[in-house]
């Protein structure tokens, strides 16, 4: 209509035209308005309002991306309450251990009552065991990863675990995860019984050494060098892209400029050019050189970077390890409670030949690289068992770490775990042969080698203390002169001298001790507490079921702070939940807004449309109507 | 001075009058007629005949009959109409366009792509649920089909658009000979230019004749005295008095499309029109639809390429045992990034996890590919070679081999030995299409791999975890959020979303710009018509005019008869 031209003459088509085109606009006025109402939308097609309709599209995905998180949401809160109600479960269960315990190794129960328990306390093993291995939506609730195996199963006097220990999660913003599980490491000490090397493995440097793996695993961030030899040559070089030290080799050669190579320990990178003094330059202020460990002013004609220190891989070979030096191929031998074997290693080149060789051993046990990549860890799978790891016959297991040498053994795990005790002030006293007596107090040794320590230097020269033969067992031998008895007894009333197996009197001046049974690394949890219970009660032995309170304690509150934990991650998806309902209210408001049709405003409008082209339709008809030519006679 | 010459008076005024009714009827009878312009008959005074002291008229004479026209408004509306074509044309094949891309709210590839992700989140949660592999095949199949449908559809209007500007070059050619056809009769019928502007009727559908011409590519037209119209365009002359320059197009095909390359047949020359129906569709099919077509393979290379890399280096359900590469190299002794791969490869590397199902023993090996210009370049053949000589100790029944037409297989000869690919830095995974989720390189060829619908359980969830690992669903998960299209600005969805707003603005704008220019068309039109245009009412009073005058000289005639007969009786 804005269009609706004016002028003086008007011929018959400019009339039917104006016309014609009136009615146009306005059908086509209505018809929008008519789909606005019908839909309720006010933006079908980008072209309707190009950049509302942007905003919308992006608003609408991410209302769909709304109601998939709040579906994730939800199917973590199934999967947390599921295994809380089978941690709470066992949490009851490991309560009735507990009074059975106390119950047992009181006064009045009778190797009757015992043997009765052992049935009960082998009930709740199963209990447990079933708890354990429930199932939410056909999935495992602790088995990790491995969800279509049933996670624990007894196998002779251990519970075996068959998971492994990956934390579910479950996606509840844009790239921002909730963990929705709870692993058996945490709720049930799964897989906690590790034997880990005792010193960096360090590997050295290979021409396939992976860039990314130096420094530790961290990598080296990649860019050109530049290389000066002091008189006025340069040479630069572009090392992004490369994959290996052997690639930085290559690449440092390539135009002949420096020859480069690994140095002699194999640890850094070496350059050298006859007769310059080498001088070492980032382009660009990258950090290649620096990271590569060659960065550097006047440096002389030829220098060894620093050490690159590569972190242990699978692909490592074994002859790079130790600085090079290797490990020796005799093999080890893994004693995981009643199951032992004997690891060849003699075709093992790679770290991974290594760990596969002791994961595949039927041990019982499972063989990884360390967190921080210096070091390999042997892991037991099973609880109520001990794992000991020892040369076999060569020095395999001493060199790769582990195996603990007797003075390094700890004192908590003396006498089957269960530790030495001490009290405040001296904790034994030495009578000796020529009558003086030796006062000792042992409070801080944290191994064996330190006890032997304090009491030689409690001894000041008047006794020797020592282990006996390599095996964890004290030797005592007093060196002074007279005709008293070499004889050790208690302090304070403390059961140290005890517990360290030298209580009693030395013949010829000699003191040996009895063994200190030092347990192997073991599962710290509640099927090893009930198991470790049964076997107290089968053995009917009040004593060490009077000690496995410690144990229990240990596992209910393991599973207390897994509990804990599934509480957290638990109120996190709550608060999630909260979040996202609020934010798909706003945005739902936000595209209303955006696209959604006034209707008020679009019924007037709908209805000042019609009332117009009515009047049009009427002006038509009446005044096409009429010409002059109907007035001529 | 007579009686008899006062009767050719008469006639003179009757044949007048008659000529002015006839031109009349003639305005009447075309008064809805578009093209026609209305005519005026001009009077003027007959020959006098000269006495010696005065002259006396001889009657009437019709001078000429003209149309009423403005000559410079025919030109301004040659003008816009040229401009309305080509905003007409852009209008419909956007409008076409946005309609492929599909309503807001309703089913398009914006919604396919979210649930897309949505069902990969899913298996992501849920990876050992055989339910969220089926929905995410499916999911794939979905998408992948949806693209190919759009790519076809975007496609069809390039092949359509081709189709219209065959038959607008036709009409061209048709107009341009009516126009050397006009300019021959009209000359014949002005007498070779003597009285020039008299061939009203010829020229009324000359001009509207020329008016369609400039409705389909911009004309410069040039009246020369002698009454005929040149037509020039681009410079060059499509109309040059009877002669008439016809356009020609060969056929060519691009990318499945058979396109018509159009060019003057004189000189060669590409036709080019700044404006008029066929440059809008010019601009269509050799601009907007190739970009949206790229915009299209973009995206779905960027998915391919992307999901394939982190695809190929997870793990299913089960391990594979027999994987033939679904992209061919051109040469197998080419190095691998200029072998014709349809993805990037780079210097790098991959490891290649063989695992014994039996005892659960992993050996990983770690291939090289080698592409940094030192020493030899790896080939598909030495790819083959090195996978071979690293598994041959450990693993003789891992085998790797070349096909026929230039892809690698690696096969396990033994059920309990079964790979797995990893860490690959190189690309090559995706590039060679090793355990791919997609097969092809573009919006045309996407597909989701045949054996992953017929098997969800090849869907690599994990890396290397067990049927619980989603770790590697969990990475394509994040691709959902990372930004790597565009130059690192636009994740896949916002490319997908700005692709539809843009195409949404220049929708809007042309439809705009097309509403504006018909407004300012009609407008010019209107004006044509008030000044040409036929009014009835108008002609009425014409007719009446005539009718009187025609009436007076029958009384002029009867009065000089009367005067006759009185003569005659007195002789």
């Known amino acids: 209509m804005s269009s609706f031209p004016l002028f003086t003459r008007v011929s018959e088509s400019l009339r039917f035209g104006n016309l014609a085109h009136t009615l146009a606009g306005s059908q086509g006025r209505l018809s929008r308005l008519e789909a606005d109402l019908a839909t309720g939308e006010r933006v079908r097609v980008p072209s309707d309002d190009p950049l509302g309709a942007t905003r919308i599209l992006a608003l609408q995905r991410t209302l769909r991306r709304s109601d998939v998180f709040l579906r994730n949401v939800d199917e973590g809160i199934g999967r947390l309450s599921a295994a809380d109600g089978s941690l709470s479960t066992i949490g009851d269960l490991l309560v009735r251990a507990k009074e059975i315990l106390i119950s047992q190794s009181g006064d009045t129960a009778t190797a009757d009552t015992r043997a009765q328990s052992t049935v009960e306390i082998g009930q709740i093993l199963e209990e447990m065991l079933a708890a354990a291995n429930l199932t939410f939506a056909g999935r495992s609730l602790f088995a990790g990863s491995e969800s279509d195996a049933e996670p624990f199963r007894i196998e002779g006097q251990t519970v075996v675990f068959r998971g492994d220990t990956q934390i579910g999660s479950v996606e509840v913003a844009p790239g921002m995860r909730v963990e929705s599980s709870v692993s058996a490491y945490e709720a049930f000490g799964a897989l906690s019984a590790t034997i880990g090397s005792r010193a960096d493995l360090d590997p050295v440097l290979a021409r396939d050494t992976m860039l990314r793996d130096l420094h530790g695993g961290t990598g080296v961030r990649l860019g050109s060098i530049e290389i000066r030899d002091g008189a006025g040559g340069l040479t630069v070089v572009d090392l992004s892209g490369a994959e290996t030290v052997g690639d930085v080799l290559d690449r440092l050669n390539d135009d002949g400029f420096v020859e480069a190579d690994l140095d002699a320990a194999r640890t850094g990178i070496r350059l050298s050019r006859d007769g310059a003094d080498l001088t070492v330059m980032e382009v660009d202020g990258g950090y290649a050189a620096n990271d590569l460990g060659i960065a550097g002013r006047e440096l002389g004609a030829a220098f060894d970077g620093s050490d690159l220190d590569p972190a242990l891989r699978a692909s490592t070979r074994l002859s790079l390890l130790r600085d090079g030096a290797g490990i020796e191929r005799t093999g080890l031998v893994v004693r995981n409670g009643e199951r032992t074997a004997t690891i060849d290693l003699s075709e ?36 109520g068992a001990d794992l000991r790891i020892e040369d076999a016959g060569g020095t395999s297991a001493s060199e ?124 710290l949890g509640a099927f090893q507490a009930v198991l470790s219970m049964r076997d107290a009660l089968q053995a009917d032995d009040p004593d060490r079921l009077q000690a496995l309170q410690t144990y229990l304690d240990e596992a209910s509150d393991r599973l207390l702070s897994a509990r804990a934990d599934l509480g957290g991650r638990l109120s996190r998806l709550e608060l999630s939940r909260n979040r996202i309902d609020d934010e798909k209210a706003r945005i739902e408001e936000i595209v209303t807004e955006l696209n959604g049709v006034d209707l008020a405003e679009a019924l007037v409008r709908y209805q000042e449309e019609t009332t117009l082209y009515q009047a049009v339709l009427s002006m038509a008809s009446q005044s096409l109507n009429a010409t002059l030519l109907d007035y001529l006679r | 001075m007579s009686l008899l010459s006062a009767l050719g008076v008469a006639r003179s005024a009757l044949d007048a009058q008659t000529a002015s009714l006839q031109t009349v009827g003639q305005n009447i009878a075309n008064a809805e007629n578009e093209d026609y312009s209305r005519q005026r008959v001009e009077h003027v005074a007959a020959f006098t005949d000269d006495y010696v002291r005065f002259q006396i008229g001889t009657g009437v004479r019709i001078a000429r009959i003209e149309r009423v026209i403005d000559a410079n408004l025919e030109e301004a509306i040659r003008d816009a109409a040229s401009r309305l074509g080509d905003l007409d044309a852009r209008d419909l094949f956007l409008q076409r366009l946005e309609s492929i891309f599909g309503e807001i709210s309703e089913n398009s590839l914006g919604q396919e792509l979210s649930e897309f992700f949505d069902a990969v989140s899913d298996l992501a949660m849920r990876p050992d649920d055989y339910g969220a592999r089926v929905t995410l095949a499916s999911r794939g199949e979905t998408l992948a089909d949806a693209i190919r449908f759009v790519e076809e559809r975007v496609r069809g209007v390039r092949k359509d658009l081709d189709g219209e500007i065959r038959t607008a070059v036709d009409e061209v050619n048709r107009l341009t000979a009516e126009i050397a056809q006009l300019n021959e009769e009209i000359l014949a019928a002005e007498g070779g230019g003597i009285d020039v502007g008299t061939a009203n009727d010829l020229r009324d559908k000359r001009d509207g004749a020329l008016r369609d011409l400039a409705a389909l590519m911009d004309i410069h037209a040039v009246e020369t005295s002698t009454g005929v119209v040149n037509v020039v365009s681009q410079g060059e002359f499509l109309v040059f008095a009877d002669r008439a320059e016809m356009l020609e197009y060969e056929t060519r095909a691009d990318d499945g499309v058979i396109e018509a390359q159009v060019r003057f047949s004189g000189s060669g020359r590409a036709l080019a029109p700044a404006s008029g129906e066929v440059a809008g569709l010019l601009a269509g099919r050799d601009e907007i639809v190739p970009t949206i077509e790229a915009d299209l393979d973009a995206l779905a290379r960027a998915i391919i390429g992307e999901f394939n890399a982190l695809h190929g280096t997870g793990t299913g359900l089960e391990g594979l045992s027999d994987e033939t590469s679904t992209n061919a190299v051109s040469s197998v002794g080419t190095r691998l990034d200029e072998a014709g791969l349809p993805f990037e490869v780079r210097h790098g590397s991959f490891s290649l996890e063989v695992r014994n199902e039996n005892t659960g023993r992993v050996d990983a090996y770690t291939i090289a590919i080698d592409l940094d210009g030192i020493g030899t370049q790896t080939t598909l053949e030495e790819l083959s070679a090195s996978i071979a000589a690293a598994v041959a100790l450990d693993h003789p029944e891992i085998e790797a081999s070349l096909t026929s037409d230039g892809r690698l297989r690696i096969r396990s000869t033994s059920s309990a030995v079964t790979f797995s690919l990893a860490d690959d830095t190189s690309g090559v995974v995706a590039a060679l299409g090793l355990n791919p989720f997609f097969t092809g390189s573009d919006a045309r060829t996407m597909a989701i791999d045949a054996r992953i619908t017929d098997d969800p359980n090849r869907i690599a969830a994990g890396q290397g975890g067990g049927a619980a690992d989603g770790a590697n669903a969990e990475a394509m998960a994040a691709l959902r959020d990372r930004r790597f299209l565009d130059g690192g600005g636009a994740t896949i969805e916002e490319y997908y979303e700005g692709m539809v707003g843009a195409l949404g603005v220049m929708a809007r704008d042309a439809s705009e710009r097309a509403e504006d220019q018909e407004a300012i068309v009609n407008h010019l039109g209107a004006e044509r018509s008030a000044i040409s245009g036929v009014n009835l009412d108008e002609e009425a009073i014409q007719l009446m005019r005539y009718q009187r005058a025609y009436q007076a000289a029958s009384r002029f005639l009867a009065v000089v008869d009367g005067l006759l007969e009185t003569l005659l009786s007195a002789v």
């Open chain 1, 348 to 383: 093992a080149d790679t770290v991974g030949d290594l760990l596969n060789a002791i994961g595949t051993s039927g041990a019982g046990v499972r063989a990884r690289i360390g967190a921080d990549g210096r070091t390999i860890e042997v892991v037991s799978e099973l609880a």
């Open chain 1, 400 to 523: 790769l770490g582990l195996v603990t040498p007797v003075e390094e053994i700890l004192v908590d795990r003396l006498n089957d775990g269960f530790g030495i005790s001490t009290v405040e002030g001296d904790d034994f006293v030495i009578d000796l042969a020529d009558g003086t007596t030796v006062s000792v107090d042992i409070d801080g040794a944290g191994t064996l080698g330190e006890v032997i320590e304090m009491i030689g230097a409690a001894g000041a020269g008047k006794l020797e203390a020592a282990l006996e033969g390599g095996e964890a067992r004290i030797r005592i031998r007093d060196l002074t002169a007279g005709t008293g008895a070499l004889r050790i007894r208690a302090a304070n009333g403390s059961h140290t001298a005890d517990s360290l197996g030298i209580a009693g009197e030395g013949t010829g001046g000699v003191l040996s001790g009895s063994d200190l049974r030092p347990s192997g690394a073991r599962v």
